[in-house]
C-alpha cells in the first residue's frame, strides 16, 4: 500500500526486489523517491514523506498559496529512535577491567557460613532454641521501641 502510494503521489513506477529499488520517471519525481528510499534504509518510514507529499500536492492546487512558505502547513515529526551507537569519547570514558586468566574466587555455601559459626554442627533442638531466643530478642526490643515513640 506505501508503494503504491509513493507511486501515485510521486508519478514514477517503483520496483523493489531485497535491498535493491529501482525507479523510472521524472527527475525532479525521482529525487523525490530517491530521499524517501535512503530515509527508509536509515530506519525512518515512508508515510512521514507520504503525508508531507500529499499536503504539497494540495497546496499546489490552491493558486493563492503558490507563492508563500509553505512550512506552517507542513507536519513536524519529532524524532523518537534512541542513540543507539556509543561515540568514540563514550568508549574511551569506560575504563576496561585488567584481563585476569584466573575466575574469581568462588563464594562459599550456606553450610560453609553455619561450620564457620558453630550453627552447623547443634542438633535440631539447639537450632529451634537458637531462633526461638533470636525472636524473643526482637520481639522485646520492638517493645522498648514502641514505648520510646508513645513517650516521645
Known amino acids: ?30 529525487k523525490i523517491v530517491h530521499r524517501i528510499v535512503v530515509d527508509c534504509m536509515y530506519n525512518v518510514h515512508p508515510i512521514y514523506a507520504i503525508k508531507e507529499l500529499m499536503i504539497k500536492k494540495e497546496l499546489g492546487k490552491n493558486p493563492d498559496l503558490k507563492d508563500e512558505n509553505w512550512e506552517r502547513f507542513l507536519p513536524k515529526f519529532k524524532k523518537q529512535n534512541v542513540k543507539r551507537r556509543t561515540t568514540l569519547q563514550e568508549k574511551q570514558k569506560k575504563k576496561k577491567k585488567e ?21 552447623y554442627f547443634l542438633t535440631d533442638k539447639q537450632k529451634d532454641e537458637q531462633k526461638e531466643t533470636r525472636k524473643r530478642d526482637e520481639k ?4 522498648v521501641e514502641k514505648v520510646k515513640k508513645q513517650n516521645a
Request: aromatic share 10%; hydrophobic share 35%; with cysteine.
Open 140 to 143: 522485646e526490643q520492638r517493645k
Open 99 to 119: 584481563y585476569t586468566p584466573f575466575p574469581p574466587e568462588q563464594l562459599l555455601r550456606k553450610e560453609d557460613y553455619q561450620m564457620m559459626s558453630g550453627e
Open 1 to 30: 500500500m506505501t508503494l503504491k502510494a509513493l507511486e501515485l503521489l510521486t508519478e514514477c513506477y517503483i520496483l523493489v526486489q531485497g535491498n535493491t529499488v529501482a525507479t523510472m520517471g521524472g527527475f525532479k519525481e525521482l
